[in-house]
């Protein structure tokens, strides 16, 4: 009896009787999971001499071929005949060998098994390295009240992904401009909140969550709308002293949309459009999405008998109106690859500056005290727990964001490389884990770039090492995005 090796070289043996058998035989499998006749005969032709493939990208088209037309992959039924397809349509289009076609099809395994799961009802991938990129829909947009198939151009509520897509870079673009200083305190621009500490907070100690402030807003009395947000974060009184501790809290970025309305006399969405969004051809990004978007936006959780659509899930946004600094953009996952490359390329996409190279590099270096073994940047996260996209290869000094939604962005600047995951793990319920795939995803993204060596990357940063002990508290709970 033949061993499945014996087997496969049996399909590749240069024998003109063989070759006719096995085309038969290839015929038959297609036929029995239901591509005879489809077109999908074509892409298993071997390439021509003279193409353009790399030797190593043929090789790996033959053991993607001979992998499905083996009869062990007829009992994976035609669900996984068409993930194998679906991964060796993509590699014919990465004629480069950009990626690991292995790895992307690992990628997409891993993001099916979680939508089995029920971890997420679908989402999109995208992976972009020195401009070559891999994006893909899984699964569905909504579950209720009725199923819609995800689709490459959803839009997605972001979460937290504005702290970096709109906030922080707004800010940025005010410090370029000399109308903030990042240490000045923030009560040059807000008055109303001096008192309980707070004068001590700077701007700098917002965008790196390290002001003290605790992780969320009191509830209670309960309040509706912005002034009243305001009236609440007067009241508040930093738990800890400014810049002695990590603490992810909304209330940061809740404070810097304000500074950035009331040194702008514009709020925060107006803002970002003017400056960021419409420079960059972000099309598909904004607060406040209108009714005609609503067809294309995923949908999050079910409260009582309704399913949040084109309305910011996260509470606090919701009841200051849709527009605040930590949460309500919502945008694409092309949208934020065009905002990724900007940040790749020093702060300018096709010809249309957004940030001086200067200010990129500031707000993507570190600059907690080296006393908090967290290490942010100036909103954006490089090393703490919640870097699940930086997942096991990808180099400390590269940075990224996450949302609870179920949105990420890892982006690093050694490689020139960068991936996302959009979905809307909140619907129809907010039970929907995605932290294990997230940091798997993100080791599998930087596995599959192959012309870079990972394990030798100059000026990478050395893992943190506490300098004391760790407080517990609040800020190491659980997570909240």
Not at 306 to 333: C, S
Request: glycine letters at 8%; a positive charge.
């Amino acid at each position: 009896m033949r061993t499945p090796d014996n087997r496969m070289a049996t399909l590749s043996r240069d024998n003109s009787v063989e070759q006719k058998g096995t085309k038969r035989t290839k015929a038959r499998r297609l036929r029995k999971i239901g591509f005879e006749n489809s077109g999908v005969e074509s892409l298993f032709a071997e390439r021509d001499v003279g193409s353009p493939a790399s030797i190593k990208t043929r090789s790996r088209l033959r053991f993607l071929r001979l992998l499905l037309l083996r009869p062990e992959s007829l009992q994976l039924g035609l669900g996984a005949a068409l993930a194998l397809l679906s991964t060796l349509h993509s590699v014919l289009c990465l004629a480069d060998d950009s990626f690991d076609p292995a790895r992307l099809a690992q990628m997409d395994a891993a993001i099916e098994r979680a939508i089995a799961d029920r971890q997420l009802p679908g989402g999109v991938l995208w992976v972009e390295h020195n401009g070559k990129s891999y994006h893909k829909a899984f699964g569905r947009r909504a579950l209720v009240p009725k199923a819609e198939p995800m689709t490459e151009d959803t839009i997605f509520d972001a979460a937290s992904m504005t702290k970096v897509l709109a906030t922080a870079p707004a800010l940025m673009i005010l410090f370029e401009r000399g109308k903030v200083k990042l240490d000045e305190p923030i009560t040059t621009f807000l008055p109303e909140l001096k008192g309980g500490g707070k004068e001590a907070v700077t701007l700098r100690h917002l965008l790196t969550h390290t002001s003290g402030f605790n992780t969320r807003l009191r509830r209670d009395p309960d309040w509706a709308d912005h002034k009243k947000a305001f009236a609440l974060i007067g009241a508040e009184k930093p738990g800890d002293p400014p810049g002695t501790v990590f603490r992810y809290s909304d209330i940061n970025f809740i404070v810097l949309g304000e500074v950035i309305h009331r040194v702008t006399g514009q709020r925060l969405d107006e803002f970002a459009s003017r400056e960021i969004f419409e420079p960059l051809k972000m099309k598909d990004t904004r607060f406040l999405p209108p009714d005609d978007w609503l067809p294309r936006i995923a949908p999050t959780e079910r409260v009582g008998r309704e399913v949040f659509r084109a309305k910011v899930h996260d509470p606090k946004a919701r009841r200051m109106g849709g527009v605040a600094g930590h949460a309500g953009v919502f945008t694409t996952a092309a949208d934020v690859a065009r905002f990724a490359r900007m940040m790749l390329k020093g702060g300018e996409l096709d010809g249309v500056r957004i940030l001086r190279p200067e200010t990129v590099k500031l707000m993507t270096i570190v600059q907690t005290p080296a006393a908090i073994q967290a290490r942010r940047g100036l909103g954006w996260d490089i090393d703490s727990a919640y870097s699940r996209p930086r997942g096991d290869v990808f180099p400390i000094g590269s940075y990224g964001h996450t949302g609870f939604t179920g949105v990420c962005l890892w982006i690093d600047p050694f490689s020139k490389t960068f991936w996302m995951l959009l979905s809307n793990r909140v619907h129809p319920e907010s039970s929907g884990n995605i932290y294990a795939l997230q940091k798997t995803l993100a080791t599998l993204a930087a596995q599959a770039v192959t012309d870079f060596d990972f394990q030798k990357v100059p000026g990478a940063l050395l893992p943190s090492q506490p300098s004391r002990p760790l407080k517990s508290g609040p800020q190491f709970r659980r997570p909240q995005e």
